[in-house]
Structure formats: C-alpha cells, structure tokens
C-alpha cells in the first residue's frame, strides 16, 4: 500500500539529548514537510522541502534540523536546543506540481515526550 | 495564506446531516478552498476542494457562496467516526505557498 510511515509512535527524549524522528513515503511525491502539533492546537510547519538536497525553515525552524538526500526519506532532528520539544509531530508529502490544488498526505504522527 | 474563520466546536446527532461553516472575507479570486479533517491522535486527512463551483466526492459535499466569502462543508449522513477536528483552509495559486492549519472546528458526533 503506498503510505507515509513515522517511526517511532512513541519518543522519549532525556535533557541535552538529540532525537531523530523518521519519515518515509513511497507516493513518488517531490514535496514533504514536518509539523508540529500542540495539545488543542492547529500546525505548525517545522521545515518543507520541495526536491531531493534542498530544504527551507518553516515558522518554527529553531531547535530542528532535517535533511533530504534521497525523495523517500525526510528525517527531523529534535536537538537539545529545543527547550520544549514535548508535541505531536507530523510528517507529510505531496505532490509539488499541483499549485493550489495541492493535496497533501499525512503520516501518523510521532508523539515526543520529555523525561 | 488569507485567513479563515470557523466556530470552535459543533455537536450533531448520528445520522442527521452536519453543515460545518468557513468564513474567508479576505478570500482572492484564485484562491482555492481545501477541507481537512484530523481524527483524534492522527494525521489530518484530505476532504474536500473548491473553487467556484460546489463539489461532492464520497465523503462530503462543498458548498460555496456566490460571493466565496464563505464556503460550508456538509456531511450528508454523520456517523461516530465523522468526530474529527475539520479545517479549512485557502490556498493560492501562482508558486509555492505553504499551508497554515488553524484551530479548526471539533465535531461531536452524539449517538
């Protein structure tokens, strides 16, 4: 079935510690985009990255690192510089040629939480 | 993105109809309207999109005034699992725009 996984659901991060969330699609989509979710909140949108090697900060960059060195993998680094990563997180994908119709596609989401 | 209001939660009885309001004043001639829904502890997933014209695909209907200041998505026949968090949301045309999420509106879904 193609999909977006996140691995893990569940993550602990102890203080000063980096995390690695992990996103991987296979819907042959160009475009994909991690968000942050707050209990009660909208999105809001940590880093997207439109092709392969190439990445731009979203609203709330800070604290988050990414790469994208092949089309199906979008990892999120949650460093230690992020004071308060405790959030549901939330790997997309879609297809970028599509303008304002873009539809985007949801993983499952990765809930981290501080120990 | 143009901003777009919607109430912060709505309850409809399972079975009838549900009529979920979007206000979008600000709207421009090209932007179009998606609807996204997220069940709880899940990602959002696509509903609904429009532009000028009403649409209906096998989840909902989309329902947009003459003048798109407003748009209103329907849910023909609520079930337990319609309770969601529904956004809407406007999107431009001409070059990359990203999405912004609101708050979105909760539907309770009462047996």
């Known amino acids: 079935d193609g999909g977006i996984t996140q691995s893990p659901k569940y993550l602990f991060r102890k203080e000063g510690q980096n995390v690695t969330l992990s996103c991987e699609q296979n819907?042959?989509?160009?475009?994909m985009y991690w968000y942050r979710q707050d209990p009660g909140q909208g999105l809001r949108l940590i880093y997207y990255?439109?092709?392969?090697?190439?990445?731009q900060k979203g609203d709330i960059a800070e604290g988050y690192s990414v790469s994208r060195e092949k089309k199906e993998s979008f990892p999120l680094t949650v460093t230690s510089a992020q004071k308060n990563p405790t959030a549901f997180y939330l790997c997309?994908?879609?297809?970028?040629?599509?303008?304002?119709?873009?539809?985007?596609?949801f993983g499952p989401g990765t809930r981290l939480l501080v120990l | 993105d143009a901003k777009t209001t919607q109430p912060n939660s709505m309850e409809s009885n399972e079975e009838e109809p549900v009529h979920l309001p979007c206000n979008h004043s600000?709207?421009?001639?090209?932007?179009?309207i998606h609807w996204y829904r997220q069940l709880p502890s899940q990602g959002p997933e696509y509903v609904i999109h429009?532009?000028?014209s009403n649409v209906n695909n096998r989840m909902a209907s989309l329902a947009i005034a003459e003048d798109r200041k407003s748009s209103t998505l329907i849910l023909h026949r609520a079930t337990l699992r319609d309770a969601a968090v529904y956004y809407c949301?406007?999107?431009?045309?001409?070059?990359?725009?990203?999405?912004?999420f609101g708050t979105g509106t909760k539907l309770q879904v009462i047996p």
């Open positions: 949301i406007l999107r431009h045309s001409g070059g990359y725009q990203k999405v912004t």
């Open positions: 997309a994908s879609s297809t970028y040629d599509r303008g304002a119709q873009e539809t985007q596609y």
């Open positions: 600000t709207i421009s001639g090209t932007d179009y």
């Open positions: 429009g532009l000028t």
């Open positions: 990255s439109q092709i392969v090697n190439d990445f």
């Open positions: 819907l042959n989509h160009d475009a």
